[in-house]
């Protein structure tokens, strides 16, 4: 197995975490060097990015449909209490006013 294929193996194992950009400046440093080099791995880097945009928007679809749900259930909630704390507030000055005549 020669130098350049090593490589090439190694790229392909960091392509994922490279994508998500999670690895190192150095790591990067490398990795856009061999792609620069090598049109195996360009390819296989731009067919690889193209699925995980597909892929990563998707699933922030998905997140923000789940973020607008449960932000309406917080924000409904957020109102009852409201309601609730107004009614035993209007309560309790009826009361105040009846038992002491303020």
């Known amino acids: 197995m020669n ?3 090593k490589e090439c193996d190694i790229i392909a ?3 994922p975490l490279y ?3 999670i690895t190192k400046p150095e790591t990067n440093c490398f990795m856009e060097e061999h792609l620069a080099e090598c049109e195996n791995c360009r390819k296989n880097y731009q067919w690889m990015k193209s699925s995980f945009t597909e892929v990563f928007s998707e ?4 997140k923000k449909g789940k973020k607008a749900k449960m932000f309406k259930k ?3 909630k ?6 609730v704390f107004f009614l035993v507030a209007v309560w309790l000055y009826c009361v105040t006013d009846l038992l002491f005549g303020f």
Do not use: I, Q, S, T
């Open 19 to 21: 994508l998500e950009e």
């Open 74 to 76: 917080v924000k409904w």
């Open 3 to 5: 130098e350049k294929n």
């Open 59 to 62: 699933e922030k679809k998905r």
């Open 13 to 15: 194992d960091l392509l």
């Open 78 to 83: 957020m109102v009852m209490y409201a309601y």
